[in-house]
């Protein structure tokens, strides 16, 4: 199965800053996925980024408050702008992985994000 | 309502016992149905997956989908501290829509 490495693992932010996170997958992959998990919630996909296009946010996530990069099939950063204290979550990114079973998805160990 | 509900607990339960996870769901058109554990400061991980109804086991792991009740079940027999972990359901129509997840529940086995 695919192998994601995410860093920073965690990080504690001012208000007001940004924070980027990246993801280098061992192997080529077409689509990757940035999630955030906040306490006692269930995962909410923030968007898919495809290699090669924009990235497709999902509803209440916008490009200029969660800015994706995918330069290439196996790396993708997420952005997290202008921090405010309910931006402080767990952010991951996954991809699909097909070496597990015909329908599942590989994380990244997650960045523990808080905004002071 | 969630299309997604699952306890988030914790549920404590000593070595051993039988542990039973569950999720209801809203959506009849749900035919993928995820388990995932995730261990603290870890990413998800995929445990069972089953496509559409019935049982599926997998060593001390069994997951089991009723579509008729719109309800899936994860079953740990023998459990053991290191299964100490928060499971997730997910779901999906197809395998080309997003997964639908639950909140996950917080599973605690005592030495």
């Known amino acids: 199965s695919a192998v994601i490495s995410q860093k920073p693992s965690r990080d504690i932010c001012q208000r007001g800053t940004s924070l980027t996170i990246q993801c280098q997958v061992d192997?080529?992959?077409?689509?990757m996925f940035w999630y955030r998990q906040q306490p006692g919630q269930s995962l909410t996909l923030i968007a898919t980024?495809?290699?090669?296009?924009?990235?497709?946010?999902e509803s209440g996530f916008v490009i200029d408050k969660f800015p994706i990069s995918r330069p290439n099939l196996t790396f993708s950063t997420l952005t997290v702008s202008n921090m405010s204290p309910e931006d402080s979550s767990i952010y991951l990114c996954?991809?699909?992985?097909?070496?597990?079973?015909?329908?599942?998805?590989?994380f990244g160990s997650g960045t523990r994000l808080t905004v002071v | 309502q969630k299309e997604v509900e699952q306890d988030p607990g914790p549920l404590s339960v000593p070595e051993g016992a039988i542990v039973s996870l569950n999720c209801t769901y809203s959506?009849?058109?749900?035919?993928?149905f995820m388990w995932y554990r995730q261990y603290s400061r870890k990413g998800p991980e995929l445990l069972m997956y089953?496509?559409s109804s019935g049982n599926k086991e997998d060593g001390r792991f069994t997951a089991q989908v009723d579509k008729s009740s719109k309800y899936i079940s994860l079953f740990i027999r023998d459990s053991q501290p290191s299964d100490s972990a928060t499971y997730l359901c997910a779901m999906s129509a197809n395998s080309n829509y997003q997964l639908i997840w639950g909140a996950g529940t917080k599973l605690i086995i005592k030495p």
């Open positions: 089953t496509y």
């Open positions: 192997s080529q992959v077409t689509m």
């Open positions: 980024a495809n290699q090669g296009s924009e990235a497709t946010y």
């Open positions: 959506n009849s058109a749900f035919q993928y």
């Open positions: 996954s991809v699909e992985d097909r070496d597990i079973s015909n329908y599942g998805y590989t």
